[in-house]
């Protein structure tokens, strides 16, 4: 069964922070990865996809990955309460089918 | 908008009923997909179409059935349901030739079965 595994949190942080949101993936093959970000009652909206080991930046958000401890990581310079939302992970692979992970709720706080 | 419509919004049925979801994308992508998404619980993929061909069904009950008459719309026809059905129903489409450039979503249908 392939998986991707997030903490539900919720994960708390100040406004202001840094918030680090973390992701396991079960499948070697995946090659392409995704975060999406769901606010309450809305449908996801894909903020970062990320192919190659290392990070990449997209304005306050940063994703890392690394493949050979098939790990993904989000994170989200000087947090904002906007930020608030539930963050799903997701995986692919060569069939164009996407894994999502359970999501983790962020909480930011002002 | 986000190229991806569903409609409607919201949908409250009751188990004797016989209802349809839509979905329409306007992005012009060749995969189309059904998912179900439950309170606390991961997104789960219900039915897969590329090319208007369906080619994946997660094991989903036959009272979910899922029509691709072409690339850009996607209905899900519900009939008997349960009470257990009632959740999310999110419509996604992707470009299958792409495959790295991940999924647009639409807006969802909350459904309530009572």
């Known amino acids: 069964q392939k998986e991707v595994e997030q903490n539900s949190g919720p994960l708390s942080v100040p406004e202001g922070a840094i918030a680090s949101l973390n992701c396991t993936y079960s499948d070697r093959g995946s090659q392409s990865f995704f975060w999406y970000r769901q606010y309450s009652g809305k449908s996801p909206e894909l903020i970062m996809s990320i192919y190659s080991n290392g990070d990449k930046e997209d304005g306050r958000f940063t994703a890392q990955l690394n493949k050979a401890s098939q790990y993904v990581s989000l994170l989200i310079r000087d947090s904002q309460p906007s930020d608030s939302a539930t963050y799903l992970c997701?995986?692919?692979?060569?069939?164009?089918?996407?894994?999502f992970g359970q999501g983790t709720t962020l909480q930011v706080k002002p | 908008e986000t190229g991806v419509t569903q409609t409607p919004r919201h949908l409250v049925m009751g188990m004797t009923n016989k209802k349809s979801l839509k979905c329409e994308q306007h992005?012009?992508?060749?995969?189309m997909y059904w998912y179900k998404q439950s309170a606390k619980k991961p997104l789960e993929l219900m039915f897969v179409?590329?090319?208007?061909?369906?080619?994946e069904n997660n094991s989903v009950p036959s009272r979910f059935s899922p029509e691709c008459p072409n690339s850009s719309h996607l209905f899900l026809h519900l009939h008997t349901l349960q009470p257990e059905d009632s959740a999310l129903y999110l419509c996604a489409s992707s470009s299958r030739d792409r495959d790295l450039q991940g999924y647009t979503f639409g807006s969802g249908t909350r459904l309530t079965v009572v």
């Open positions: 179409y590329n090319f208007k061909e369906q080619t």
């Open positions: 992005l012009g992508h060749n995969a």
């Open positions: 997701a995986s692919g692979g060569n069939t164009g089918k996407l894994i």
